[in-house]
């Protein structure tokens, strides 16, 4: 896989943090997954994270503290996460941690059609924004629009290109709200994306303000 486009820094410092929505923390954790350099740039983020917290922190820990964190690893919880086994593989696009939600090839999802050639699978995560699946046929784009918030998307399958680039399999597109984008899916099969945002979007032209009751993007 020849991943491209990244995570910011700001993004891997938040996901460190604990302090994504769901969505968002999938996604990020869906890319690291397969991109050895954003896992390297999260280790990175986590410790500066400790480094923070030991700096802002300073509690007076219990006498018996020590002992309380080795009873800990001699226990399940302190089994390291590392050694759960991973879910038998259902579909080589879809990375391990987006497969437990899932839970089928991508081809045997209920996709329900938004207009003819794009289809979305809403993960219904709750909270303010939205993670959904998106499949737009070759040719098709998305309405042009900006967003209120921040929007994550990671290409699955097939690739789009939009005025910051081309995007194909295993590449994010970590966008904020000074970015208006029209993505056109140009390969020569559906462009199957992963897109959580913490906000609705914001489209700009009559056409989007026209179907976006419709399509709830
Ligand atoms: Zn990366």
């Not at 896989?1 to 869906?30: P, Q």
């Not at 890319?31 to 700096?55: F, K, M």
């Not at 737009?136 to 399958?157: C, D, F, K, Q, Y």
Request: glycine share 8%; with cysteine; net charge negative.
């Amino acid at each position: 896989m020849n991943i491209r486009h990244h995570l910011d820094d700001a993004t891997l410092l938040v996901y460190a943090a604990g302090s994504l929505s769901e969505g968002m923390s999938l996604l990020v954790a869906s890319h690291i997954d397969r991109c050895a350099h954003c896992q390297v740039r999260v280790r990175q983020a986590e410790a500066v994270g400790g480094a923070l917290l030991e700096e802002l922190t300073p509690v007076a820990l219990a006498p018996d503290a020590l002992d309380q964190v080795l009873a800990l690893l001699e226990t399940d919880a302190g089994v390291p996460q590392a050694r759960t086994p991973r879910p038998a593989v259902l579909d080589a696009d879809i990375p391990a941690p987006l497969a437990q939600y899932l839970k089928k090839p991508l081809d045997e999802l209920d996709w329900r059609t938004l207009v003819p050639g794009v289809r979305q699978l809403d993960l219904r995560l709750g909270g303010p924004g939205a993670t959904r699946l998106l499949r737009i046929a070759p040719g098709l784009s998305v309405p042009h629009h900006s967003h209120r918030g921040n929007e994550l998307t990671l290409i699955l399958r097939g690739s789009y290109s939009d005025e910051l680039g081309r995007f194909q399999a295993g590449d994010v597109a970590d966008l904020d709200e000074q970015i208006s984008h029209q993505p056109i899916s140009d390969s020569g099969e559906d462009c199957i994306c992963l897109i959580a945002t913490d906000a609705p979007l914001r489209f700009s032209g009559l056409m989007g303000r026209l179907v976006q009751p419709f399509i709830g993007l």
